[in-house]
Nanobody, 125 residues
Framework: QVQLVESGGGLVQAGGSLRLSCAAS????????MGWFRQAPGKEREFVAA????????YYADSMKGRFAISNDNAKNTVYLQMNSLKPEDTAVYYC??????????????????WGQGTQVTVSS
C-alpha cells in the first residue's frame, strides 16, 4: 500500500518561498514518476510539476517554470517542491501523486494511482 504524506504548507506573503515535502512509503519507487498538482477553490485540479524518480527528469507547467523546482531524495523516499516568488494566485491545496510505471502523460491526473491528502498553501498580498 502506497502512502503519500505532504507537509510544508502554510501562510506566506507574496514574493516569499515555501518548500513542500511528500514522504512516500509502501513500495520501491525507482520506476515511479511523482507529481505535484494543486487545486484552488472553485477550480479544477491542475498540474504543477513532475519528476521521474530514478532518472531525475523534471517537467513543469509553463506558468511554474522558473519559480518552482521539483526534486527528490532517494535515501529519504521524499519528493520536494520548492516554490519561490509566490503570488496570491498560487493559493491552493497542493497534492502529491505517484504514477507506478511512469508511462502516462505526467501532466495528466489520470496517470497517477496514488494521492496524498494535500497541504494548504495560502499566499497573502
Amino acid at each position: 500500500q502506497v502512502q503519500l504524506v505532504e507537509s510544508g504548507g502554510g501562510l506566506v506573503q507574496a514574493g516569499g518561498s515555501l518548500r513542500l515535502s511528500c514522504a512516500a512509503s509502501g513500495r520501491t519507487f525507482s520506476r515511479y514518476a511523482m507529481g505535484w498538482f494543486r487545486q484552488a477553490p472553485g477550480k479544477e485540479r491542475e498540474f504543477v510539476a513532475a519528476i521521474r524518480w530514478s532518472a531525475g527528469t523534471t517537467y513543469y507547467a509553463d506558468s511554474m517554470k522558473g519559480r518552482f523546482a521539483i526534486s527528490n531524495d532517494n535515501a529519504k523516499n521524499t519528493v520536494y517542491l520548492q516554490m519561490n516568488s509566490l503570488k496570491p494566485e498560487d493559493t491552493a491545496v497542493y497534492y502529491c501523486a505517484a504514477d507506478s510505471d511512469g508511462f502516462g502523460s505526467l501532466d495528466s491526473l489520470r496517470s497517477y494511482e496514488y494521492w496524498g491528502q494535500g497541504t494548504q498553501v495560502t499566499v497573502s498580498s
